[in-house]
């Protein structure tokens, strides 16, 4: 099956840095990928959509300038969380979907990133 | 107000009971699915209904879609502990692309 991968597993900083998520589609390319964010005995949150060679879609009330997005090629997406703040801690998981798939196509899920921010 | 209300929100039962987990929104989707989803890790698809009235069986976990298309339902026959975990309904919108979850149903099934 589809595998999607996400780096780090789990990463910690001090309040004020960057932190850089990847996202990669192991073994199928993604022109769609899907940024969530789940906090403690949560739901996922969509963030925002990343489309390979064109600007992120983000929703409402997720900043852009904040949580910048990159989806530079049909494997990898970045997700930068800029000057991250301890209410920025959370877990964040990427999905992508297979360009080839048809109408009922499902979306593969990374195993997501554990950011804490001290 | 969320699109997709689960419930219950929490669940702990003992091995052997039987449980229904409900989806249910306001809105008519062309399909909905359901992941479950362990302590830090990512949602897995258990399944994707389509037709109104749909009803599908994976092993113990039966799924079934509301006529309407406004509705979901997930029973669980003889829980295990196995089962634990946090299950989210899920639904496609926005035009299509995006996936909108429910508001989870965290399941503790007890020896």
């Known amino acids: 099956g589809a595998v999607v991968s996400q780096h780090p597993s789990w990463v910690i900083c001090k309040s004020g840095t960057s932190v850089k998520i990847e996202c990669r589609s192991l073994?199928?390319?993604?022109?769609?990928m899907f940024w969530y964010r789940q906090f403690p005995k949560q739901s996922l949150m969509l963030m925002a959509t990343s489309n390979e060679g064109s600007k992120a879609t983000y929703e409402q009330g997720v900043e852009k300038d904040k949580f910048l997005i990159n989806h530079a090629s049909l494997t990898l997406s970045t997700l930068t969380v800029t000057s991250a703040h301890p209410e920025d801690s959370s877990f964040y998981i990427c999905?992508?979907?297979?360009?080839?798939?048809?109408?009922?196509?499902?979306?593969?899920f990374g195993p997501g990133t554990r950011l804490t921010v001290l | 107000t969320q699109l997709l209300e689960q419930s219950p929100q929490f669940l702990s039962i003992q091995e052997g009971e039987n449980l229904t987990v409900y989806c249910n929104s306001s809105s008519v989707f062309s399909s909905l699915q359901w992941y479950r989803q362990e302590p830090g890790e990512g949602p897995v698809l258990l399944v994707t209904?389509?037709?109104?009235?749909e009803v599908k069986k994976l092993k113990r976990l039966t799924f079934q879609f509301g006529d309407a298309r406004k509705d979901s339902s997930l029973h669980i026959t003889a829980a295990q502990p196995g089962d634990t975990g946090l299950y989210l309904c899920?639904?496609?919108?926005?035009?299509?692309?995006?996936?909108?979850f429910g508001t989870g149903t965290q399941l503790k099934v007890e020896l």
């Open positions: 073994d199928f390319q993604a022109t769609t």
């Open positions: 209904v389509v037709t109104g009235g």
């Open positions: 899920a639904a496609r919108t926005g035009g299509g692309n995006k996936l909108t």
């Open positions: 999905s992508a979907r297979d360009s080839w798939q048809g109408l009922f196509d499902e979306q593969f």
